[in-house]
């Protein structure tokens, strides 16, 4: 996996495994970016923000993996605890985060998918 285009925070501040965070991960250097982008575009790497709970400790700046809302697990570098979001909604509450991901899992248990019993039953095609 490649490093992040951000530079790495100065002081190495650890974080618990639990914590909703901001990991990045470069999808695409720019060398190998298309021939079509902007000029300026063509410069930069192409990078991917993802966040979740961290899935073990780990300090600021370096590799980590999260948990995602979607129960995916994602590896990147940590440069962010409890990030806002960017159309200024406010501070997160990792507390509502948990039991979002907590009502998904009783629906899951209780007889499938949201998308089945959303339509009768019946798998949405």
């Given at each position: 996996?490649?490093?992040?285009p ?11 495994e ?13 060398p190998a ?5 902007p ?15 961290l899935?073990?400790g ?10 995602t ?10 440069v962010?605890?409890n990030?806002r ?6 501070d ?7 039991l ?5 899992h009783?629906l899951d248990e ?16």
């Amino acid at each position: 996996m490649a490093d992040s285009p951000r530079d790495p925070p100065i002081a190495s501040v650890h974080v618990p495994e639990g914590e909703w965070v901001e990991i990045e991960r470069v999808v695409l250097r720019a060398p190998a970016r298309a021939r079509n982008v902007p000029p300026d575009t063509a410069l930069t790497d192409f990078v991917a923000r993802v966040r979740g709970f961290l899935v073990a400790g780990a300090d600021l700046g370096s590799n980590a993996t999260v948990r995602t809302l979607l129960d995916r697990e994602v590896g990147g570098r940590l440069v962010e605890v409890n990030p806002r979001n960017p159309a200024n909604f406010g501070d997160p509450v990792p507390a509502l985060l948990r039991l979002g991901l907590e009502a998904r899992h009783s629906l899951d248990e209780g007889g499938g998918s949201t998308d089945a019993r959303r339509s009768g039953g019946r798998p949405r095609r």
